[in-house]
């Protein structure tokens, strides 16, 4: 069937399959796709970006000293720096390490290639199956195209079930050698302590056993639904494939055996219907018996052919259900269990960086192009400016670790514009309130608990200091709710409240430096 179609339509069909290829590969390498269109389309004869960029000799009025068309090339070439600190690389490392997931990786193009052809090869497998069956009384040119798609159809959900339980079988079973060590630890610990995402600090779980860190970042509920759902779903094509080849093989035989039988019926009669004087004449009785032998030679032939269909047929269920098993194979060895080790493996160059210092390497890769493009930039408006022979001389002499720079100061102040205006609206809403208790006077309040005064109602400085350091105390390792309560304050206390954790940090690391000095002294 399928072999058909790509004889009538094969330009068509290859175009298809090429662009099905093609979007996969563009896909995988999108990234490096977009940074080498980015250099190459900068630096391309005559309508490149940077000769157009060039020709932009107007300078910013922010009294930055920026040129727009310099802004634009980092801004540009800033999308690929990859801008994390070491605490954001360590961070993002230790999730994958408890989450289990160290050294695992996205599904490489090679085996999505391999999957491909497996779905053309199943759909070329299931057309000649479903030809004649799809719809029945239909032309045959509309039984094969409907042949062909309902083919692709099952092929493709096939690929989807087997990787996704494939997947499912990795994170279920992480998730239940997690519990068997619980179990066996006597559950002296939570099975599950808190919930770890990528965002919260991975030193909070840092005392607790690894079943414990394994199921906060991956989590407790192990589920096969979609393995089972599989499972039918294959058996179900592999035992109604191989029923549909056997019936149409039992179909085909038994067709062929009336017709063999029909042509010794009538090479008998026409034998019987000769008369050359009655002579040499087989009696009835004996052609009887040689038509019987023939017949049953017919039958036993087809019997032959059909314990041969039989057995083909059952090979091909088993490689089916093989190349299923395959598939959830692949869906098992690759991939991730963590609910955020997708996004942390991403943001660690997905598998390329193993230490910090990669990530430098990395990033001062891309630093260098933009700064080499920047420079190029600089030499070609200088030159435009010289050609046009107008106005004072430019010096353009930014550097792209400059915008870096200011792009960083830019995005610190936005956040720090976004801190204030909390605390405006939160101070605002406490005064709203503070009106309506006087508005209503006769109401008595309920007795509440008693908590560290709230450093917006507190008049002396020293004094809310110490209660924002109190309240930072009394939140623990709750790093989250410390920002929170961080972006409340005003910015004076947030300023003093930084400088107190400084100096604690910094007295920690003398008294630590001064310990280790004295014990080494003493051994």
Not at 74 to 87: A, H, R
Not at 420 to 432: F, G, I, K, N, Y
């Amino acid at each position: 069937m399928l072999s058909d179609l790509i004889h009538t339509y094969p330009v068509l069909l290859w175009t298809l399959v090429y662009t099905l290829i093609a979007a996969l590969v563009i896909s995988l390498l999108w990234d490096k796709l977009k940074w080498w269109w980015l250099n190459t389309w900068y630096v391309f004869p005559a309508i490149g970006k940077l000769n157009s960029l060039s020709k932009d000799l107007h300078q910013l009025q922010d009294g930055s000293g920026w040129f727009k068309s310099e802004r634009t090339l980092c801004q540009d070439y800033k999308t690929f720096v990859q801008v994390q600190s070491e605490n954001d690389f360590e961070q993002r490392m230790t999730y994958l390490h408890k989450a289990g997931d160290n050294g695992r990786s996205l599904t490489p193009l090679a085996i999505w290639v391999l999957v491909i052809g497996f779905v053309f090869i199943e759909a070329q497998g299931f057309s000649y199956v479903l030809a004649g069956y799809t719809v029945p009384g239909a032309s045959e040119t509309t039984q094969k195209y409907a042949a062909v798609g309902i083919a692709f159809i099952v092929s493709a959900l096939c690929v989807l079930l087997t990787h996704f339980a494939g997947h499912e079988l990795y994170v279920s079973m992480k998730i239940k050698r997690a519990r068997k060590d619980w179990i066996e630890d006597g559950g002296k610990s939570k099975l599950r302590s808190r919930s770890m995402p990528l965002t919260a600090p991975q030193h909070l779980d840092d005392d607790q056993p690894e079943y414990t860190q394994v199921s906060n970042r991956v989590g407790t509920d192990a589920s096969f639904v979609v393995a089972w759902a599989t499972l039918a779903f294959v058996l179900m094509i592999a035992i109604g494939a191989t029923y549909v080849r056997v019936q149409s093989a039992n179909k085909l035989m038994g067709d062929i055996v009336t017709t063999q039988k029909a042509e010794l019926r009538e090479r008998g009669s026409a034998a019987a219907g000769l008369d050359l004087a009655k002579q040499n004449v087989i009696p009835e009785a004996d052609g009887k018996q040689s038509q019987d032998a023939d017949g049953k030679a017919v039958d036993e032939a087809a019997q032959y052919d059909l314990h041969g269909y039989w057995v083909t047929f059952f090979i091909l269920a088993v490689l089916f259900v093989f190349l299923q098993a395959l598939g959830v194979f692949f869906g098992y060895r690759w991939g991730f269990a963590g609910e955020n080790s997708k996004a942390a493996f991403k943001a660690l160059g997905k598998g390329r960086f193993l230490t910090y210092g990669d990530v430098r390497s990395a990033s001062q890769q891309y630093i260098d192009k933009a700064q080499t493009q920047l420079e190029n930039l600089h030499q070609r408006m200088i030159q435009r400016h010289a050609e046009q022979g107008n106005g004072v001389a430019i010096h353009p002499n930014k550097s792209f670790l400059e915008f870096l720079d200011v792009t960083e100061q830019q995005d610190t102040a936005y956040r720090k514009k976004k801190r204030d205006a909390r605390h405006t609206e939160q101070s605002q809403a406490d005064e709203d309130l503070e009106i309506a208790k006087q508005r209503s006077p006769r109401v008595t309040p309920a007795p509440a608990a008693v908590v560290a005064p709230a450093p917006a109602h507190v008049t002396d400085d020293d004094a809310q200091l110490d209660a924002a350091l109190h309240q930072l105390d009394q939140l623990g390792e709750d790093a989250k709710a410390k920002l929170a309560f961080l972006d409340t304050l005003s910015e004076t206390l947030y300023d003093a409240v930084k400088a107190e954790l400084q100096q604690r940090k910094q007295a920690k690391q003398s008294a630590t430096k001064r310990r280790a000095a004295e014990m080494e002294d003493l051994l």
